[in-house]
């Protein structure tokens, strides 16, 4: 194995647990991902294959595979176990903003600058459809909890509904007037929220694709949205340094959140749904109790603005991603920074 400090070249703009937590993936604008051991910080495995910056990794849901995109317009598939390439998915003519597999691991979608999504076979590797309708870039991809439907998100102000058996749009859910940044399912399927640089959030009914609410309380754009592993609540972080705590049943504002100084990134709620973590502008990460809406920690020591954070499956670990080209792995319990990944000579995007 190869230590930690001889790493990326150029900056990571995604990172992603393996589903058991053992194995941390990081895709940097040098071109290549790389395989880290959670426990030594140990890189495993460098993959090389793409002919541009990375732009997101993802793992199947059952770890043996990895997705990666790129500004090569392509997506690699990677064996886990071997740390080998399975395959290149060629189809795309600009940059792949995300990609995420469905929750049965068969299917792989992506949302492309091109303005399509495609869905991949994952077994053969094959292009199942070119999802044609919107009119600009496809930042965001979700699938429903079960597998049925995709949720995608663009520059062109909509929210786009596609039925992943016969791949046709359902719907075209409008009413933003900027870009969608971020869409997110409820756990149960039944709800998605959307994220919006018009300042609000709103809550669509998936069965009728009527928009249930508008939440408007943001006073800039939202970059996040997240619900609560039980559905009940919905996290949103704007670039107005707020952090705002919805009730999902009764569509309110319960709690804002408004210790950060400056523009929120990110919003993650933990496995157990008891804690949120933000990251900020402001070079920290907060470790907010849900219950009662107060700060538990603040997490110091990225020297720039904090771009992302992810909660590690189990709960215990939490990464935070900077544009100060560092990951930093915390200690929930504690909240003191286990391990810092100085390996990077570019920003950190998860």
């Known amino acids: ?62 770890g043996r595979l990895l997705a990666s995109s790129s500004f090569d317009s392509s997506i690699r598939l990677w064996d886990v176990r071997d740390s080998q390439w399975l395959d290149a998915l060629h189809g795309h003519t600009s940059w792949i903003w995300s990609v995420s597999f469905s929750s049965d691991g068969r299917t792989l979608a992506s949302g492309s ?47 786009r509904l596609w039925d992943i058996g016969d791949h046709q749009c359902l719907e075209t859910l409008c009413g933003h007037m900027g870009w969608v940044r971020s869409v997110s399912f409820s756990p149960d399927g039944r709800s998605l ?68 100084t400056s523009w929120i990134w990110a919003v993650s709620f933990s496995p157990d749904g008891r804690m949120l973590a933000s990251s900020s502008d402001d070079k920290t990460v907060r470790l907010w109790d849900v219950a009662s809406a107060k700060c538990r920690k603040v997490l110091s020591g990225h020297t720039s603005g904090v771009r992302s954070v992810s909660f590690s499956p189990n709960g215990a670990l939490l990464a935070s991603g900077g544009f100060d080209s560092l990951v930093r792995l915390w200690d929930l319990d504690n909240g003191q920074c286990l391990k810092t990944l100085p390996a990077h000579t570019g920003w950190v995007w998860f």
């Open 113 to 159: 600058n091109d303005q399509t999504v495609r869905l991949w076979d994952v077994a053969s590797s094959k292009c199942l459809k070119v999802l044609h309708g919107h009119s600009s870039g496809v930042r965001s991809v979700n699938f429903s909890p079960d597998g049925a439907l995709l949720a995608s998100g663009s520059n062109d102000f909509s929210v």
């Open 193 to 260: 929220a959307s994220g919006s640089n018009d300042l609000s959030v709103r809550l669509w009914d998936v069965a009728s694709s009527k928009c249930l609410k508008v939440l408007h309380g943001h006073s800039s754009g939202v970059r996040s949205v997240n619900f609560s592993p039980d559905g009940a609540l919905l996290a949103s972080g704007g670039f107005d340094s707020l952090v705002r705590l919805w009730d999902v049943d009764n569509e309110q504002c319960l709690k804002t959140l408004s210790a950060h």
């Open 1 to 62: 194995m190869q230590d930690l400090r001889v790493g990326h070249s150029s900056g990571v703009r995604s990172v992603n647990f393996s589903p058991d937590g053992k194995i941390l993936a990081s895709g940097s604008l040098d071109f290549s991902v790389r395989l880290w051991d959670v426990a030594s910080s140990k890189c495993l495995k460098v993959l090389h294959g793409h002919a541009s910056g990375v732009c997101s990794v993802s793992f199947s849901p059952n």
